[in-house]
C-alpha cells in the first residue's frame, strides 16, 4: 500500500519561507517521479512542480519559478519542496503526487500520478 504523507504547512506572512516535505511508502520511491500540485477554494487543482525519478530534470509553473524548489532524498524516500517569497495566491493546500510510471519524467499533467497525499494547508498572510 502505496502512502504519501506531507507535512510542514501552516501560516505566514508574504515574502516569507516555507519547506513542504512528503514521506513516501510502500514502493520503490527511487523509481518513481514525484509532483506537488495545490487546490485553492474555489479553484481547480493545478500543478506546482515536479522532478524525475532520477532527480536531475525538474519542472515548474510559471507562477512559480525562480521562488520554489523541488527535491528529493531518496535515502529518506522524501520529496521537498522549498517555497521563498510566498505570496497571498500561493494559498492553497498542497499535495505530493507519486509518478504512474517506474523511470518517469517530471510531468506537469496530473495524469502522470497514481498515489497522492492528503494534502498540507499553505496560508499566507498579507
Known amino acids: 500500500q502505496v502512502q504519501l504523507v506531507e507535512s510542514g504547512g501552516g501560516l505566514v506572512q508574504a515574502g516569507g519561507s516555507l519547506r513542504l516535505s512528503c514521506a513516501a511508502s510502500?514502493?520503490?520511491?527511487?523509481?518513481?517521479?514525484m509532483g506537488w500540485f495545490r487546490q485553492a477554494p474555489g479553484k481547480e487543482r493545478e500543478f506546482v512542480a515536479a522532478i524525475s525519478w532520477s532527480g536531475v530534470s525538474t519542472n515548474y509553473a510559471d507562477s512559480v519559478k525562480g521562488r520554489f524548489t523541488i527535491s528529493r532524498d531518496n535515502a529518506k524516500n522524501t520529496v521537498y519542496l522549498q517555497m521563498n517569497s510566498l505570496k497571498p495566491e500561493d494559498t492553497a493546500v498542497y499535495y505530493c503526487?507519486?509518478?504512474?510510471?517506474?523511470?518517469?519524467?517530471?510531468?506537469?499533467?496530473?495524469?502522470?500520478?497514481?498515489?497522492w497525499g492528503q494534502g498540507t494547508q499553505v496560508t499566507v498572510s498579507s
Open positions: 510502500g514502493r520503490t520511491f527511487s523509481r518513481y517521479a
Open positions: 503526487a507519486s509518478g504512474l510510471r517506474t523511470y518517469g519524467g517530471a510531468y506537469y499533467y496530473a495524469g502522470e500520478y497514481d498515489y
